[in-house]
């Protein structure tokens, strides 16, 4: 535990937060803040926070979640640390989680020294039922929020790419992973609480589903950064290709038959979908 740090990237913070990080001070011995530009009134959330093994960087603009967490760990690499476990400000660690995937991390690693590991995730509000008969399952994907990296993995394979800015930028980093022969675990013992945006739950045809109403900007770098990385490692290959190709269907059809400002948000889609395809990999 003396080893491990915890990274949380945060941009206009509710007050949530307070309880969040006191959680998140449970399962490791520091927590860095990078904090995106958020509004005064966030940084009077910040500035509660206790001072003793918190640490907050306020950015003077926003930087992205990329960038966000690079600072993060380049912070805990000058320090040592051995463990960094990323989380988004909304997200919350159950107790041991942490200790969990350290234990995971630590019997993998001896076959494999590239092994992302991460948490079982649940929403606050809705609980979905998710098979967690068998506990460490691999997966070809894990989204950032209690991803568990060890200072070899990011030796080898190094940061997160901060032209993404936001949205598979954690995608990116795991089939990049699975280039050089890495491997990615999902641990079902260890849970995060989590908000998937501002999520609403809905029922259409007797079913349950959550309504993510994601502003223009976000749909932009959904869209743009999904074309990025079909072009990366290739369309129609792979589990993970199948896996957000229909992530991509669901989440357009429940834009169009239910989301509010559908104009604003499919100009923001096809924009990204046109720069997604003129993207060059050179660009700075």
């Not at 003793?52 to 950015?59: A, D, G, K, M």
């Not at 159950?94 to 234990?103: A, H, S």
């Not at 940061?159 to 795991?174: A, K, P, Q, S, T």
């Not at 260890?190 to 739950?201: D, M, Y």
Request: some cysteine; aromatic content about 12%; overall charge positive.
């Amino acid at each position: 535990m003396s080893s491990t740090i915890g990274i949380i990237v945060s941009y206009h913070p509710e007050v949530d937060i307070l309880h969040n990080v006191q959680e998140v001070l449970k399962e490791v011995s520091e927590v860095v803040i990078v904090d995106n530009a958020s509004s005064e009134n966030s940084k009077k959330f910040l500035e509660a926070l206790p001072k003793e093994r918190v640490t907050i960087i306020f950015n003077t603009s926003n930087r992205g979640v990329a960038e966000g967490f690079n600072q993060g760990i380049r912070w805990g690499l000058e320090r040592k640390y051995q463990y960094f476990v990323l989380f988004d400000q909304d997200s919350c660690p159950q107790r041991g989680m942490v200790e969990k995937l350290l234990e995971v991390s630590d019997a993998l690693s001896k076959n494999n020294p590239l092994v992302l590991i991460g948490p079982h995730h649940e929403d606050y509000d809705f609980k979905t039922e998710v098979d967690r008969s068998e506990d460490i399952i691999s997966t070809p994907l894990l989204i950032t929020s209690g991803s568990l990296f060890t200072k070899p993995l990011i030796d080898a394979i190094g940061l997160y790419d901060e032209r993404l800015f936001i949205d598979h930028v954690d995608h990116d980093y795991c089939l990049r992973l699975a280039r050089r022969g890495g491997q990615i675990f999902r641990v079902n013992s260890a849970t995060l609480l989590h908000k998937f945006g501002k999520a609403e739950a809905r029922k259409f045809l007797g079913k349950k589903f959550l309504l993510q109403d994601y502003s223009a900007f976000r749909r932009y770098f959904m869209m743009r950064n999904r074309i990025v990385l079909y072009k990366r490692y290739g369309m129609f290959r792979g589990a993970w290709f199948r896996m957000d190709l229909r992530a991509a269907i669901v989440d357009f059809v429940k834009l169009i038959l239910f989301e509010k400002n559908k104009v604003p948000k499919l100009r923001a889609v096809f924009k990204g979908i046109w720069d997604g395809l003129r993207w060059q990999e050179s660009q700075s």
